[in-house]
């Protein structure tokens, strides 16, 4: 079992910069896959990025790619994403995950738990 719990989102300019933390509860945070999806005004909800549960392995959308850094603290059971050069476009609540190391990690049927979600919103 896993409790998932987002922060720092919020409201930010066009160019700038927000670091996201998901803070998880649980045993064995380090044997999970963990992942940020997204979900903007009337679309699917969308992969962000993910990094296996070693850290070795990250992944990222193509939309997010050179702008945005998962990185985890395994001792602390925290998830980050650091979110750089934000554009409009990048608005959206954004879930973290944790899910099975069997599955893919970008694919949202990997991830059994869930954190509520963080908002952020980029002002033009």
């Known amino acids: 079992q896993v409790q998932l719990v987002e922060s720092g989102g919020g409201l930010v300019q066009a160019g700038g910069s927000l670091r996201l933390s998901c803070a998880a509860s649980?045993?064995?945070?380090?044997?999970?896959?963990m992942g940020w999806f997204r979900q903007a005004p009337g679309k699917k909800r969308e992969f962000v990025a993910a990094?296996?549960?070693?850290?070795?392995?990250?992944y990222y959308a193509d939309s997010v790619k050179g702008r945005f850094t998962i990185s985890r603290d395994n001792a602390k059971n925290t998830v980050y994403l650091q979110m750089n050069s934000l554009k409009p476009e990048d608005t959206a609540v954004y879930y973290c995950?944790?899910?099975?190391?069997?599955?893919?990690?970008?694919?949202?049927?990997?991830?059994?738990?869930w954190g509520q979600g963080t908002q952020v919103t980029v002002s033009s």
């Open positions: 649980g045993r064995t945070f380090s044997s999970y896959h």
């Open positions: 995950a944790a899910g099975s190391t069997l599955g893919i990690p970008t694919m949202a049927a990997t991830y059994a738990y």
């Open positions: 990094s296996k549960w070693s850290g070795g392995n990250t």
